[in-house]
């Protein structure tokens, strides 16, 4: 039962690099979330996707980009990695409106 | 700006004792709420889910709302050492097709056994 997965689990980059953080949940949840979570600063949301076709912006969207490939799959895409985008991102579902979410393992990503 | 407010802890209970978890919120629509438990390098969890005012029970964990002021709580009674973790209270947006959760930033629980 693999809930929402995610790939990779851990990544280490140079700065201005790009790449692409994947998402894949077995659920058939309609929505999809991309956070990051720093220390003191919690889990804060960068993008998501309240159905298959669409997508908004979060409280941090600047330096990313999302495509949601299909109703399983929600991709975050990073143009030029700078340092302050080195968190840990968090992949999450849920069927909708004020349902809960349900996360993925996470992605921690270093940017040197 | 919407906010979800807890006490970063560490709250402190021996093992057995109940832990007592706070939390308040600003948007006074919101219509349902949620505490995950976070062990140290995991991902959250969803440990209780509340959408009315009153208590809901589960196991040793009981969620207590109290929309008029703008309060939620989680008991753990028994508490364990593998209860030890950072709870996150989590509060829905108001509005028509509002999809998004808010987030506090956690308070760290640890049980001493």
């Known amino acids: 039962n693999a809930g929402v997965t995610q790939t990779p689990k851990f990544q280490v980059l140079k700065t201005g690099q790009s790449m692409t953080l994947q998402c894949a949940q077995d659920?058939?949840?309609?929505?999809m979330y991309w956070y990051r979570q720093d220390p003191g600063m919690g889990l804060r949301l960068i993008y998501y996707?309240?159905?298959?076709?669409?997508?908004d912006k979060g409280e941090v969207p600047n330096g990313y980009n999302v495509s949601r490939l299909n109703k399983r799959e929600f991709s975050l895409r990073l143009e030029s990695a700078a340092p302050s985008q080195t968190s840990v991102y968090f992949c999450?579902?849920?069927?909708?409106?004020?349902?809960?979410?349900?996360f993925g393992d996470g992605t921690r990503l270093s940017i040197l | 700006q919407k906010e979800v407010e807890q006490n970063s802890g560490p709250l402190s209970v021996p093992e057995g004792a109940i832990a007592s978890l706070n939390c308040t919120y600003s948007?006074?629509?919101?219509?349902?709420f949620f505490w995950y438990r976070q062990y140290s390098g995991k991902s959250p969890e969803l440990i209780m889910s509340?959408?009315?005012?009153g208590d809901k029970e589960d196991g040793r964990f009981t969620a207590q709302l109290n929309k008029a002021s703008q309060y939620v709580s989680l008991l753990i009674r028994d508490s364990q050492p593998s209860d030890s973790a950072t709870y996150l209270c989590?509060?829905?947006?108001?509005?028509?097709?509002?999809?998004?959760?808010?987030f506090g930033k956690g308070t760290k629980l640890s049980v001493i056994p």
């Open positions: 999450a579902s849920s069927t909708g409106g004020n349902q809960p979410q349900h």
């Open positions: 659920m058939n949840h309609n929505s």
């Open positions: 996707s309240a159905s298959e076709g669409t997508t």
């Open positions: 948007d006074r629509g919101s219509q349902s």
């Open positions: 509340i959408y009315s005012n």
């Open positions: 989590a509060v829905s947006d108001s509005g028509a097709g509002s999809y998004q959760l808010t």
